[in-house]
């Protein structure tokens, strides 16, 4: 029923939009039309366009995404160990965190140059230090009295690590990488924006500044679809690691 109501929704939207594209209630030109989005999508297929486009940022969100799980389970790792340490950082991070990452773009590609590698790092930075305060924050409200029990046995630290915290922190970890897939694409293509050239994110810069508005909608739709497919990724990996 959810799954049907889903669709239908989305058709109803496809419907509309379609309808008044048609009958000239939006302007077409500027607007398009699912029709025309289709007929785009066809021929960028056929011409490997949109392939090579949506492949490039997979591939720039993907890195990204594994550097930030990384980096942030590693950071996290350490702050909880290091209890001083964790309080001499946390307002740094508070800081970074909030700093409008859309800022540090230009600053990176001075820095880095116009590179993969500057998208790459955009990605990072618009989910990094929101990692590490959720994961660290996760792994502080572990149950206390499972740790005692550990230490209560002979166990060590990273006893109490490996068999406590890791394992009780596992949904939290989900919804972190849940949350991150969608920063880390959301980082990518403010990179493209100013750096890149190609992805999806140059495309609808591209597209913009040509005034081919089809070629825009069917880029926005695609990334809409790609959102989606790696939110559904991470799902899946959830219904695995909680069994």
Known sequence: FVAACRFLGFLLILTVWELSSDFQL?????????????????????????????????????????????????????????????????????ILNSLPKSALAPLLIVWLGASMRTIIVAGMSVAIFGSIISMYTAFCETDPEAMKLIYTLGGNRLQV????????????????????????????????????????????????????????????????????LLYQAIACVEKKLTR
């Open 26 to 94: 939006i302007d077409s030109f500027i607007f398009s039309s699912p029709l025309k989005v289709v007929r785009t999508i066809g021929t960028m297929w056929t011409d490997g366009s949109l392939i090579r486009h949506t492949a490039i940022t997979l591939g720039e969100t993907a890195a990204s995404f594994i550097l930030v799980i990384l980096f942030s389970f590693l950071t996290a790792t350490l702050l909880w160990f290091f209890h001083s340490l964790s309080e001499i950082l946390e307002p740094w991070l508070v």
């Open 161 to 228: 690590m490996t068999h406590v915290v890791c394992p009780s922190s596992l949904p939290s970890v989900i919804s972190i990488l849940k949350v991150n897939i969608g920063l880390c694409l959301v980082g990518v293509i403010i990179g493209e924006f100013l750096s890149a050239r190609a992805g999806l994110g140059y495309l609808i810069t591209y597209s913009a500044q040509t005034f081919t508005m089809t070629v825009l909608m069917t880029s926005i739709m695609v990334l809409c679809l790609l959102s989606w």
